[in-house]
């Protein structure tokens, strides 16, 4: 392959996505690579025996014009629908219904779904770690865990969460492996538990109630997945995703234990004894939250033919990760002059 044209992109989450689909739409091919054995990154999803739940976001605002009309057009593609409609929240004055001008969406059928969708027509080299970058005279060249060399690359985008990152970029480029330090990252336990039978009513909740913010006890937000469009014949399946504190204090945990912790705290706001789930399980995102100063474009880019982009370099929603992404795409393109 030539270096003149090529740019590899680590990472297949949102932001690595939305950069090779700005490159696709302005002539340029890319090659992605992720760890992981399909695209998602953190709008992942996990089969289970009965259930599909998203482990990841759970749903995605989007506040920006450029990514609200991208969401319109997913939304007419069927690739995403406005979820959840019925939204609730419990803190001490027990639950009430929630309700704010912000409009939330969710994929379909499944969170992952849109991530699948995005990288089709992409090259995408899955269950591939990179674990370092060369600089040769033809140009970068990438280095997997099992040995293998990939390149040259003329440009190589980082997508992975900012520590991930870090490791790659820290022998070639100082400020980049600066602004990968000036980001912390918070870590979330997200829990599911699936049941054979519904749920019972909760006391003064409608029974059509979709997700639930959580401002007691251990957990963040409760969803239930059955609920997500396109997922409505599944039986009840719930995820439990701990609140920041609860997320750092067990973050050495293993994860039976949290699972039965975050149960527990659920069952405990339900105030009524809840079926046994007949599945009960959690994952951990060491790098779920990126907390630090986000100024500049949104994506960092270095003179030495390396980038970084993610939601890390805006904030840490959903729609930072494309529109850093798609926005490093394109500066790219205008880079390389196409
Ligand atoms: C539990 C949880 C709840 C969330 N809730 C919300 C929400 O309600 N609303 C919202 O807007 N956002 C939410 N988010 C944030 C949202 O999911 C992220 O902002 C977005 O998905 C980040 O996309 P990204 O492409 O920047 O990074 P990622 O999705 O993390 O993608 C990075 C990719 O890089 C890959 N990778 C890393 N290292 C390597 C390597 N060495 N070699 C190859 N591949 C590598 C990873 O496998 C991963 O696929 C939530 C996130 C989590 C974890």
Redesign the pocket.
């Known amino acids: 392959m030539s270096a003149n044209s090529s740019i590899a992109i680590?990472?297949?989450?949102?932001?690595?996505l939305a950069c090779a689909r700005a490159l696709a739409d302005c002539g340029l091919s890319s090659e992605i690579?992720?760890?992981?054995r399909g695209p998602?990154?953190?709008?992942s999803s996990r089969q289970l025996p009965g259930a599909v739940v998203d482990l990841?976001?759970?749903?995605?605002?989007a506040r920006e014009k450029r990514f609200a009309s991208q969401v319109d057009a997913w939304c007419h593609e069927g690739l995403v629908a406005p979820w959840p409609q019925r939204l609730w929240r419990i803190d001490a004055e027990g639950w009430q219904l929630h309700q704010d001008a912000q409009r939330r969406y969710s994929a379909v059928p499944r969170m992952s779904a849109l991530t699948r969708a995005l990288s089709e027509g992409l090259t995408l080299h899955a269950q591939?770690?990179?674990t370092g970058l060369e600089q040769c005279a033809d140009g970068w060249w990438l280095a997997d865990d099992k040995g293998h060399h990939y390149g040259p690359y003329m440009r190589v985008v980082i997508?992975?969460?900012t520590p991930?990152a870090l490791e790659?970029i820290a022998p070639h480029d100082a400020t980049l492996a600066a602004d990968c330090r000036a980001v912390t990252q918070q870590p979330?336990w997200?829990g599911y538990a699936l049941f054979d039978e519904p749920l019972p009513a909760l006391p003064g909740v409608d029974a059509d109630w979709q997700a639930a913010f959580v401002n007691v006890g251990p957990i963040g937000v409760v969803s239930r997945n059955d609920a997500k469009p396109g997922r409505q014949t599944q039986g009840e399946s719930l995820t439990l995703?701990a609140g920041a504190a609860a997320s750092a204090d067990w973050l050495e945990d293993d994860a039976d234990t949290v699972a039965s912790r975050l149960f527990s705290a659920f069952a405990s706001l339900c105030g009524q004894p809840l079926p046994t789930p007949r599945l009960l399980g959690a994952h951990r995102?060491r790098y779920?939250?990126p907390i630090g100063e986000t100024t500049g474009p949104g994506y960092r880019l270095s003179t030495l033919g390396l980038a970084l982009a993610?939601?890390a370099f805006r904030a840490?929603?959903?729609?930072?990760?494309w529109l850093s992404?798609h926005d490093l795409g394109q500066a790219l393109a205008v880079e390389i002059g196409q």
């Open positions: 680590i990472g297949a989450g949102l932001s690595g690579f992720d760890k992981a998602g990154g953190r709008l990841g976001a759970q749903y995605f605002t591939t770690r990179i997508t992975a969460p991930q790659l979330c997200a995703l995102w779920a939250k993610g939601d840490s929603r959903v729609e930072d990760a992404g």
